[in-house]
T-cell receptor, first 118, second 115 residues
Framework: AQKITQTQPGMFVQEKEAVTLDCTYDTSDQSYGLFWYKQPSSGEMIFLIYQGSYDEQNATEGRYSLNFQKARKSANLVISASQLGDSAMYFCAMREDLDQGGSEKLVFGKGTKLTVNP | EADIYQTPRYLVIGTGKKITLECSQTMGHDKMYWYQQDPGMELHLIHYSYGVNSTEKGDLSSESTVSRIRTEHFPLTLESARPSHTSQYLC??????????????FGNGTRLTVT
């Protein structure tokens, strides 16, 4: 079984500064995928960024980047130049095979609530 | 752009009522999922389907049931709602294949309150 750990229940950052949200994972699989989602107070889940276990470079998407350290089993999300609209819950997730039918699910961490202060 | 829709967005209902939460996607995805999420908590998988006429239970035990008669439609039903069912229910879909970088696309969720 896989497990995702997010140790920061809440984080605060000043507008325009960078912030790192921590995520560690536990798996015995050689091939896996890691995802970050943003959930605003409205409730929807917004896909931000993906990192594959065999990707040699850290993933980047605009202001989001993923600090992937495979040996340490960590996949921290870095948000640069924080904006007020970045205030939300952030979830780290890992893809896990469900059964032999070819389906898989995402296993989620408990999330980190980010607050961006003006 | 993901196109997956959930209705209703909010639902307040009395104990004992039967309810159906609707979920539809227009992307032709074979794989669909229902997650349950209490406020400020992680998501737990309660049902999934990898195609028409296939449904399976997820990790979290749930009294709800699902059906998958059409590719685009994956409704969730509670035969007799109870206050313990109060939660947010999120529907998701993903592309087929073993591509590990295919994300789940989520609907906006249904916030259910059972009084």
């Amino acid at each position: 079984a896989q497990k995702i750990t997010q140790t920061q229940p809440g984080m605060f950052v000043q507008e325009k500064e960078a912030v790192t949200l921590d995520c560690t994972y536990d798996t015995s699989d050689q091939s896996y995928g890691l995802f970050w989602y943003k959930q605003p107070s409205s409730g929807e889940m917004i896909f931000l960024i993906y990192q594959g276990s065999y990707d040699e470079q850290n993933a980047t998407e605009g202001r989001y980047s993923l600090n992937f350290q495979k040996a340490r089993k960590s996949a921290n999300l870095v948000i640069s130049a924080s904006q007020l609209g970045d205030s939300a819950m952030y979830f780290c997730a890992m893809r896990e095979d469900l059964d032999q039918g070819g389906s898989e699910k995402l296993v989620f961490g408990k999330g980190t609530k980010l607050t961006v202060n003006p | 752009e993901a196109d997956i829709y959930q209705t209703p967005r909010y639902l307040v209902i009395g104990t004992g009522k039967k309810i159906t939460l609707e979920c539809s996607q227009t992307m032709g995805h074979d794989k669909m999922y229902w997650y349950q999420q209490d406020p400020g908590m992680e998501l737990h998988l309660i049902h999934y389907s990898y195609g028409v006429n296939s449904t399976e239970k997820g990790d979290l035990s749930s009294e709800s049931t699902v059906s998958r008669i059409r590719t685009e439609h994956f409704p969730l039903t509670l035969e007799s709602a109870r206050p313990s069912h109060t939660s947010q229910y999120l529907c998701a879909s993903s592309e087929s294949g073993t591509d590990y970088n295919s994300p789940l696309h989520f609907g906006n969720g249904t916030r259910l309150t059972v009084t």
